[in-house]
């Protein structure tokens, strides 16, 4: 039967009208710059903002439309208003049904964040079949003000004071056999965050972490995509041939999408432009220290790096602490006899990452090669990076959630686990931290994944025993934990926009590191990668809870509210309440966009 038409007032705000007895056949709105449907109210259209939304998606079975436009894996079609460059989106419920094999995503904006869009409506389809978003032939049936409306002509939802019914066949859909909603009553729907920045030491450390373990943690907190580093790897990635073997070891065991960071070493620049041509989407070097079985390269090494990186478009990637300043500190903190925490702090100053970030600037603008800044921990190394990016250079940076969430107190009170390096840092450095998350200076809030053994933080590392802090590994497990705890200190403890992690952790990574357009987003032409957060559920991370190879971690006993309660991948459900719900090896390879 025919939907209840609009009422007046809300057909004035320029929502697509109700469908009529006729209508079942006309094709999706046509669509105007960044997908927003032409012929909307221009407040509306002008939108860019993520809002509190409607997430509802009804599996059906097939969907007609040219065979070009069935894609698998890729978004076809958006119709209504989305953020033009992602964002976290909102829902208000939807009832349950029967189960399907197409998805469709209805998005229902409530309101705005601001004056100029309170007083604005608009509403989103998104149609997946399985893996892959496709033409949705028809629009919404009706809206009304209260009321009441027969759930047999669809599947009813409430949002706000609207109602929106869903009528089969007004959406021109071949063999409907039911539908099948997951309710996403009051949660965020995000897309799919990427991890920038893990090490998962596979092959070749396996006692530490693999792909099996690693990128199920990473799906269980919310990361859709996992860049992964070239060393604590055997051998490191620094060639074709050791691209090739570690994609082959470790595709079986994948459960999300995965890039890989090509090494960048003095030994193996005439490797560089294979490895662009395998895919991989950056390539990484230390400026400071680094672990033996990698090695670090000097500035004029790192200037002559550039100059072939740049010849192909590539971006280099750096660690950014001076090993000058490092090392004589070192010296310094054991000819005095110190072997404390806070002597640990001070010999891994923020100067040194001042310095060595300084340099990779500078050396980036004369090379005109791309760069991107890992793991920055301090506001001071932001405030540069910051100004090189208003200059118009393209320098890309990265922060960790442990930066954003733990303070150099952390470290003196408890020692091991929070050894990292850059170190953290003071608790007014970490409020500072927020405000260029906020900004905008970071395309990545990565988790800089770091595991290691129980025995490597407290009594040896491959047979050497631990005597002093100094010896102890560095580095922090976060790859499950990064997005809750970015969640909970950023939306929940600070206010930010949910639309700051959607940018900082989805559309800016997937820019820097040559992707979006596959990821980072919720547009046509997009994987259908989906993170669904419940902004209400409270936490607290165990031990238990950790799918890591190791279950240590500084995160553990953070408590803290707002938790990844589903994550799809290329429309697979990966992980589902806390559980993983897929078989490994539904994640592949993401190469770099040429």
């Known amino acids: 039967g025919e939907g209840p038409h609009p009422p007046q007032d809300v057909q004035q ?37 993520p809002v509190p939304l409607l997430l509802l998606l009804l599996p059906l079975l097939t969907l007609p439309g040219p ?16 953020p033009q460059e992602g964002g976290a989106v909102r829902g208000s419920g939807a009832p349950g049904g029967s189960s399907g094999g197409v998805g469709l995503v209805q998005l229902q904006q409530l ?6 869009y ?23 049936a009706g809206l009304q003000s209260g009321g009441k409306h027969a759930a047999a002509q669809g599947a009813l939802v409430r949002a706000g004071l609207h109602q929106v019914a869903i009528q089969r066949r007004h959406l021109g859909v071949r063999g409907v056999r039911g539908v099948n909603v997951i309710d996403a009553a009051g949660k965020y729907v995000f897309p799919g965050a990427i991890d920038t920045h893990a090490h998962l030491n596979d092959p070749g450390f396996e006692w530490r972490e693999d792909y099996e373990h ?20 055997d051998p490191c990635m620094t060639n074709a041939k050791a ?20 090494g960048l070493t003095s030994y193996n620049f005439g490797d560089l432009k294979d490895l662009d041509e395998k895919g991989c989407v950056s390539f990484k070097s230390f400026i400071g220290p680094v672990s033996p079985d990698y090695e670090s390269l000097n500035y004029g090494q790192a200037m002559e790096a550039m100059d072939i990186i740049k010849e192909f478009d590539g971006r280099a990637g750096f660690h950014c602490e001076d090993y000058a300043i490092i090392k004589n500190q070192e010296k310094r903190m054991k000819e ?9 702090l001070e010999s891994r100053p923020v100067v040194a990452e001042i310095v060595a970030t300084d340099a990779i600037i500078e050396i980036a603008k004369a090379t005109g090669c791309k760069a991107h800044i890992c793991h920055v921990s301090h506001p001071a190394v932001a405030k540069k990076i910051k100004a090189a990016q208003d200059e118009g250079y393209d320098i890309t940076a990265e922060t960790c959630t442990h930066y954003l969430t733990f303070s150099n107190e952390d470290v003196i009170e408890k020692g091991p686990l929070y050894k990292c390096a ?33 025995d490597e933080k407290y009594n040896e590392i491959l047979g050497n025993k631990i005597e002093t802090v100094f010896d102890v590994w560095g580095g922090c497990s976060g790859i499950q934990s990064g997005f809750q705890a970015a969640f909970s200190e950023g939306v929940v403890k600070r206010g930010v926009c949910p639309t700051v992690l959607a940018n900082a952790m989805s559309v800016l990574p997937a820019k820097a590191f040559g992707i979006y357009g596959k990821k980072g987003d919720i547009k046509p032409g997009f994987d259908a990668d989906l993170l669904i957060v419940d902004p209400e559920k409270e936490w607290e991370i165990t031990e238990e809870s950790l799918l890591y190879v190791n279950k240590i971690s500084a995160f553990v006993g953070l408590k803290g509210k707002g938790l990844p309660v589903m994550t799809l991948v290329r429309g697979n459900v990966i992980a589902e309440d806390g559980k993983i719900v897929a078989e490994k090896g539904v994640g592949e390879l993401v190469k770099k966009l040429k």
């Open 13 to 49: 705000r320029g929502l697509p009208r109700a469908a009529g007895p006729d209508d079942h056949a006309q094709l999706p709105l046509a669509h105007g710059e960044g997908g927003v449907p032409q012929g909307l109210n221009p407040a509306v259209q002008a939108l860019h903002q």
């Open 118 to 140: 309170a007083a604005e409506t608009a509403v989103v389809l998104v149609a997946f079949n399985g893996a892959e978003v496709v033409p949705l032939y028809g629009e919404i």
């Open 111 to 116: 309101r705005g964040l601001g004056p100029a």
């Open 214 to 233: 690693g990128t199920a943690a990473a799906a269980l907190g919310g990361y859709t995509t996992v860049i992964d580093m070239p060393l604590q790897n």
């Open 67 to 82: 065979p070009e436009q069935q894609k698998p894996g890729v978004v076809q079609c958006v119709q209504g208003v989305l």
């Open 243 to 262: 691209f090739d073997f570690k994609e082959n070891k470790v595709s079986p065991n994948a459960y999300v999408d995965y890039c890989f960071w090509g």
């Open 422 to 454: 850059p170190i953290l840092q003071p608790k007014e450095a970490v409020e500072e931290m927020w405000e260029y998350v906020k900004a905008g200076v970071f395309s990545g809030i990565a988790s800089d994944h770091s595991p290691c053994s129980y």
């Open 336 to 344: 005095s006899g110190r072997n404390d925490w806070k002597a640990f």
